[in-house]
């Protein structure tokens, strides 16, 4: 019986986008796998993100990662049989004034010198092509066109299912309480009884750096909560997603004409009752830069709002890779709150990783030892 | 009573705002207010009263045996609100519960409309006495004009001397189904016949919970209404399925019994199927809930306080379990006494003392509830619909055939992961009408109970609030900093 299963060649821990991709990544290359995930895969900020699926305006040190994601992205149902309501109208990056559009300008010369060129500046006439909608002093813009967005907690379902599909072991409601070594394995402690592994994957979220405590290296992990808004359906009126500059502010129209608004503006989260809170005075100012950017929003009905627990860490950029300390410790969390798009070619890398030693998209810049390097000496 | 008609009226902070103004939001704001507390009473309705005491105050039914005796004595509770101190705001709209984030003390922020304007004001404790809503019954075509709750048609009954035109058809079971159809044959309604769906085997369950019925305050209520609705109404027990027929509008019920087919032409059908809590407000709250087997409806956890499980709010009326006009008045007392009794105005004696000849009451007009629960227990085939086309999510026309579907091929198991697939509960009405439903089906279809299945997870705004009112929300200058992050 596979749900009896208690030692694999790889323990997953967290069944968000990152561990349950990973999981399959590693289920594809013949590893025997288990995924350990306390509540239901998605539960997190994986399956209650704005569903941006974005190369735009990324830092430098995860654009590699992010492009080997976006060609998974691309043909994501020929990967996991859903296409995860994935569509590709690309974001735009608005500049509101001439300052915001010299900053854009910076910005793509720099990225094309580095050899990268999927963003391109628009002139303030392209802008309003793209855009129709938009403010008319808004001087352009950045676009990557090959952006769009994705349903998330369909999205990490489907590699969940892939996963169990190819071989993996799949326990949710089950919650891994401490890890140890155990001889040449890794114990994994759970309220479900221990498993055994000779390699494991802390993919645990805004709950990830508990384990990276218990295995020595302590992270100055963030726990964070974004919030989003979603409006009643509105005659349909945009298509890329688009993001701004200066204000915060992230705004996307689906195809059955809801309109989502996000940004980034924080809420609180109580991440041991899996609870946030929402900050109204801060979705208000994120409903006001909707209203002086968007006329034609003001009287829509806004009909939910929610935020997400995430994992944030001070410089904004994940912890991804093999663990600093550790034979067979591999982490995979911190994705400060942009890491829905990554998931697929994370998991990816990861698996190669795990799989041959290293892997041929560079992650440097993204290891978890530039926390801990003081731990390790 | 201090009316509030604009929302500049409301004060910073209160000590307690109260969501709802049905018999127990009144009681409970009548009875916090008597013993010193700074009230806010807010319910949306433009009069005070709730569903039963709906515009008592305004109603143009005049003829007082249509509505019956119990609707009047809503007069009473609204007259003791009245002569009390609390501030009372009609026509608002509360959307969002949450601790408030600028403070740690854990008062609350709460989220209000009124006249297309928003405000967030704080409280130290509430009481939500929002009551109940019909349960959801989706049948085939229920979605055609024509169609709607026996509810609905009260409502306009009591607040507009409204009955339904032509023919009409009332179907379902519950208690309220004989008090309904009373009300709307003597106002004047053509009730052609009422379909009575209780399932016969309920009795064999009910029995037990018989001898504590027969003493009980519904028993003679129950039976003269029954009788009377009997007498004069064509009654059809034992009703097994029902379809609406009808290509853009309603035309006629086709129903079974016994075994045999039969139709019925009507130009109106009023569908009812008992009462439960409305939970959205509490749920967005987040206090938790269990699943009651009896009632099979979700109930908030409470004390024997009606405290829930987030400390500073308490859950009276029906909203806190069904149990009728009168429970829902004694239960608003009960928890008003003990939110005195957080906020330090009275002692813990003084509150036991006080709660002793209520709490009597409340056991008096608890008793018999469970034989109505088990007698009236809808039939599975009402919970969970068979007909694969039935449209159970109005607001993102979703069917049960799709719903079982996503359950059983893509392996579904709880409401808020159907929502991914199905969109099912993501539209205006948050699930308050397709909830309880898709949580029968994803049950039936896993071959498991909807306690283990569980509820959705709802977000605020529990009513929707537009961009516009929630751009030009009054900033406080902590929040202006706040925003910086
Ligand atoms: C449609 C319907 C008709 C009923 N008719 C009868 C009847 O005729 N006789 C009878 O004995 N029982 C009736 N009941 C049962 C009945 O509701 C009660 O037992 C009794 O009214 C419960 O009182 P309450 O104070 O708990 O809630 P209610 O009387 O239901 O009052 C709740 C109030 O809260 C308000 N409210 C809810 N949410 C918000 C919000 N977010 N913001 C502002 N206000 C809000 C509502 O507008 C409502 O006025 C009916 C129930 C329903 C659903
Ligand atoms: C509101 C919001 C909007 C966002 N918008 C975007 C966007 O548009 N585009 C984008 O790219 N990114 C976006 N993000 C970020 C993105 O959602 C996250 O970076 C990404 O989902 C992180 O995935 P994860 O698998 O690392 O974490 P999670 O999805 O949080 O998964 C971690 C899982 O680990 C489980 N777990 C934790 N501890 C344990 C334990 N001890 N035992 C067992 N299981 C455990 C948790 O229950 C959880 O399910 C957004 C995030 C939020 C919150």
Not at chain 1, 143 to 158: E, F, H, M, V, W
Not at chain 2, 294 to 308: K, N, T
Not at chain 2, 314 to 323: E, F, M, R, S
Request: glycine share 10%; proline share 6%; aromatic share 6%.
């Amino acid at each position: 019986m596979s749900a009896e299963r208690r030692s694999a060649d790889v323990i997953v821990i967290g069944g968000g986008i990152h561990g349950c991709s990973t999981a399959l990544h590693c289920a594809l290359r013949g590893f025997s796998v288990i995924l350990i995930e306390k509540d239901h895969a998605g539960r997190h900020a994986s399956g209650v993100n704005a569903g941006g699926v974005r190369q735009l305006a990324r830092h430098v040190a995860e654009i590699p990662l992010s492009n080997t994601s976006m060609a998974i992205w691309h043909g994501i149902a020929a990967l996991i049989d859903d296409d995860c309501g994935f569509t590709s109208d690309g974001q735009v990056l608005v500049a509101e004034n001439d300052a915001d559009l010299a900053g854009c300008r910076a910005r793509v010369e720099d990225l094309n010198l580095r050899g990268f060129h999927h963003e391109e500046m628009i002139d303030a006439r392209e802008l309003r092509e793209i855009v129709p909608a938009v403010s008319e002093t808004c001087p352009g813009g950045v676009i990557s066109r090959r952006d769009g967005a994705a349903i998330p907690l369909r999205a990490t379902q489907a590699f969940k299912r892939k996963a169990a599909e190819m071989g993996a072991t799949i326990r949710e409601g089950v919650k891994v309480t401490k890890v140890e070594r155990d001889g040449a394995n890794w114990r994994v402690v759970t309220d479900a009884g221990d498993f055994l592994s000779p390699r494991i994957v802390n993919a645990a979220g805004a709950w990830a750096d508990r384990i990276a405590a218990d295995l020595g290296e302590p992270v100055p992990l963030e726990v964070i909560a974004p919030m989003l808004m979603i409006t009643a359906p509105m005659p349909a009126f945009i298509k890329p997603v688009v993001i701004l500059r200066g204000r915060k502010l992230s705004f996307k129209q689906f195809g059955n004409g809801t309109v989502l608004i996000g940004g980034g503006y924080l809420g609180r989260a109580i991440r041991d009752e899996n609870r946030t809170i929402l900050d109204w005075g801060k979705l208000a100012t994120n409903a006001k830069t909707v209203w002086d950017l968007f006329p034609i929003m003001r009287g829509a009905p806004i009909l939910r709002a929610w935020a997400g627990i995430e994992a944030r860490m001070p410089d904004d950029l994940p912890c991804f890779g093999p663990s600093a300390r550790h034979e067979g410790v591999y982490h995979q969390f911190g994705f400060s709150a942009h890491g829905f798009q990554l998931g697929p070619g994370a998991g990816a890398v990861m698996a190669e990783i795990i799989a041959t030693g290293h892997s041929n998209v560079p992650i440097d810049g993204l290891d978890i030892a530039r926390f801990t390097a003081s731990a390790v000496h | 009573m201090k009316p509030l008609t604009d929302i500049d009226q409301l004060a910073e902070h209160y000590d307690l705002a109260i969501v709802g103004a049905g018999p127990a939001g009144l009681s409970a704001a009548a009875r916090a207010s008597e013993l010193g507390l700074a009230v806010l009473l807010v319910d949306e309705n433009p009069a005070p009263g709730g569903q039963i005491y709906r515009s008592i105050t305004t109603t143009p039914v005049s003829d007082r045996a249509v509505l019956g005796a119990d609707y009047w004595r809503g007069r009473d509770i609204v007259a003791r609100l009245k002569r009390s101190a609390a501030a009372y705001a009609a026509r608002c709209t509360v959307w969002s519960i949450a601790p408030d984030v600028e403070s740690d003390a854990s008062p609350f922020e709460i989220g209000l409309s009124l006249d297309g304007r928003a405000r967030l004001i704080s409280a130290g404790q509430v009481i939500l006495a929002t009551g109940a809503q019909e349960r959801p019954f989706p049948i085939p075509g229920w979605t055609l004009p024509g169609v709607m709750t026996a509810g609905a048609a009260q409502i306009a009954l009591k607040s507009s001397a409204i009955v339904p035109k032509g023919r009409t058809v009332i179907a379902g079971c519950g208690p309220l189904l004989y008090l309904l159809a009373g009300q709307l044959a003597a106002a004047g309604a053509e009730i052609v016949a009422v379909l009575d769906t209780t399932p016969r085997r309920n009795w064999r369950a009910a029995l037990a919970a018989l001898p504590d019925f027969l003493r009980s305050p519904y028993l003679a209520k129950g039976l003269k209404l029954m009788a009377k609705a009997r007498r004069s109404l064509r009654f059809l027990g034992g009703v097994t399925s029902l379809a609406v027929e009808g290509s853009d509008r309603l035309s006629a019920i086709r129903f079974e019994r016994g075994g045999a087919s039969e139709s019925l032409a009507c130009d109106t059908l009023l569908l009812h199927q008992g009462v439960i809590p409305s939970v959205n407000l509490s749920n967005a709250a987040g206090c938790a809930h269990d699943f009651d087997p009896v009632q099979h409806c979700w109930v908030p956890q409470l004390d024997d306080w009606f405290a829930s499980s987030v400390p500073g709010i308490a859950i009276a009326g029906d909203g806190a379990g069904i149990g009728g006009a009168e429970s829902a008045a004694l239960r608003g007392e009960v928890a008003a006494l003990d939110t005195a009794r957080r906020l330090g105005r009275i002692t813990i004696p003084e509150r036991d003392d006080q709660a002793a000849p209520i709490r009597a009451a409340l056991g008096r007009t608890l008793r018999g509830r469970r034989f109505l629960d088990l007698l009236y227990k809808p039939a599975a085939q009402f919970l969970a619909p068979i007909v694969d086309d039935t449209i159970i999510c109005r607001c993102e026309e979703v069917t049960a055939g799709q719903v079982r579907d996503a359950a059983k091929r893509l392996g579904v198991t709880g409401p808020n992961q159907m929502k991914a697939f199905l969109r099912c509960g993501m539209g205006p009405c948050q699930g308050r009408l397709c909830g309880p439903t898709v949580v029968e089906l994803i049950a039936e279809a896993r071959g498991t109970t909807p306690a283990e299945v569980g509820y959705y997870r709802l977000r605020p705004p529990v009513k929707p609030v537009t961009l516009a009112e929630l751009a030009s929300l009054p900033q406080s200058e902590a929040a202006v900093k706040a925003v910086v992050r």
